[in-house]
């Protein structure tokens, strides 16, 4: 039921979807996850009024569901009532006081009410939990840019800057891998490559060798002694010949 009603939320059919989560009420002993679920479905397609009754469903089942909680806490600000937001937020806070989100949806709830005191210390809550979410610093830093504190907005994202890159937030560790060597990196492969390289280089030689010696088959060839000259003109070859028999 949960899976059919997730497709029905991505298509975009929060009735469908609702219905599903619906139908799986007989089979869970948490109802209240189920109708905190369906608030979601229909706070995500702001069908408003739906998001209450659901919310609040949950919480009459669970006094101190905080996720349904600040549900609630979102309806009414998107209603305008950011005061009964601030309500919900904090009730939620009360319940669940270390949770990052919880305090970041409240600062956002104060600072829309005005009240810049409260809004910078749920702020500086979420960094004290939470200094490694990219979102908190800016939200943080845009928050104190348009309040005018300008050199504090710049030493914060300093700050931010500073911790995003601290070797304390990275598991730096040393490992060696071992790869298996492939054939034709491997030792094998290698005597082989020299064996091939030697063949080779005797074919070459071979082949220059009879290269040579059917060019000078061709040629007039002239011993004398244990060496031989070859003329590709007759004219020189007799000339030559003419000397050496002459001496």
Avoid at 80 to 86: C, F, R
Avoid at 97 to 125: C, L, R, S, T, V
Avoid at 184 to 203: R, T
């Amino acid at each position: 039921y949960v899976c059919i009603s997730n497709c029905y939320a991505e298509m975009h059919e929060p009735g469908k979807a609702a219905t599903a989560m619906l139908d799986a009420l007989p089979y869970t002993d948490s109802p209240e996850d189920v109708y905190y679920t369906i608030g979601t479905i229909y706070l995500d397609n702001n069908n408003i009024s739906a998001a209450i009754i659901y919310f609040q469903k949950a919480l009459d089942e669970d006094p101190y569901y905080s996720d349904a909680l600040r549900g609630m806490a979102s309806c009414c600000s998107r209603m305008g009532d950011t005061h009964t937001a601030i309500q919900y937020m904090e009730r939620a806070i009360t319940i669940m006081p270390n949770i990052p989100q919880y305090h970041f949806d409240a600062a956002h709830y104060y600072d829309q009410d005005g009240n810049f005191e409260d809004a910078e210390a749920h702020f500086q809550k979420v960094i004290d939990l939470d200094n490694t979410e990219d979102l908190y610093w800016t939200d943080y830093a845009i928050f104190l840019f348009y309040h005018q504190k300008y050199s504090e907005a710049i030493d914060l994202l300093q700050s931010g800057y500073d911790s995003a890159l601290s070797p304390d937030k990275f598991d730096m560790r040393t490992i060696e891998v071992e790869v298996p060597p492939y054939f034709l990196l491997s030792e094998n492969a290698i005597w082989l490559y020299m064996a091939l390289i030697v063949v080779i280089g005797l074919l070459a030689m071979y082949g220059r060798q009879h290269y040579l010696r059917k060019k000078i088959g061709k040629m007039k060839v002239l011993k004398m002694g244990p060496q031989e000259m070859a003329f590709t003109d007759q004219r020189d070859y007799d000339f030559v010949k003419a000397q050496y028999d002459w001496l």
